[in-house]
């Protein structure tokens, strides 16, 4: 898929829609709110995107972006060392003020079908992660990297949750020793 040309008036509303999206939830924020907090005109919207969910794929797609920078960030040193730092970036985003939760989780409560373009969208970013993780542990000679990759990513869905609703420090603990767990294969 190409991405759309950037331009101010598209950037200001995909900005005013992240904010809106991630602190208020996706249907509880309406265009005419997101049109008046990027200050642009109705016409302008509808010239960038067709329809507000066009504007929720744009911005899961975005929040996909951000992460993706943020794990080729992380993944400068040894594999090991690379899947332990993206668990330590999520925890910490976790623990930061005004944490609501995983954007992409909290899309997927909002759209439960799975053909809906938001859904898929989601879809996207869970193939993205699973396929970096499986990655990193294939470079680092993970036997199963495989089915790691797929459990690490209930460790992250655990994390990203945990995070809004218990303790984040504590949260950060026991999620990085069983990241650590699970990066030790066990003994056939």
Known sequence: ??????????????????????????????????????????????????????????????????????????????????????????????????YRGCPFINAAAEYPDPDHPVRRAVTDYRRWFRGLMRDLLTADGHPDAARTAEILLVLRDGLVVGNDLDDAAEQRKLTREAVERVLTPRAA
């Open 1 to 98: 898929m190409t991405a759309p040309p950037k331009s101010p008036a598209r950037s200001r509303v995909l900005d005013a829609a992240t904010r809106l999206f991630y602190a208020d939830g996706v249907h509880a924020v309406g265009v005419d709110r997101i049109i008046a907090e990027a200050g642009v005109a109705k016409a302008t919207f509808y010239h960038h995107f067709r329809t507000k969910d066009d504007l929720v794929a744009a911005y899961l797609a975005d929040q996909c972006r951000r992460q993706q920078e943020a794990a080729a960030a992380l993944a400068g040193g040894p594999p090991r060392a690379a899947v332990l730092a993206v668990y330590d970036y999520l925890a910490e985003a976790g623990a930061g003020p005004g």
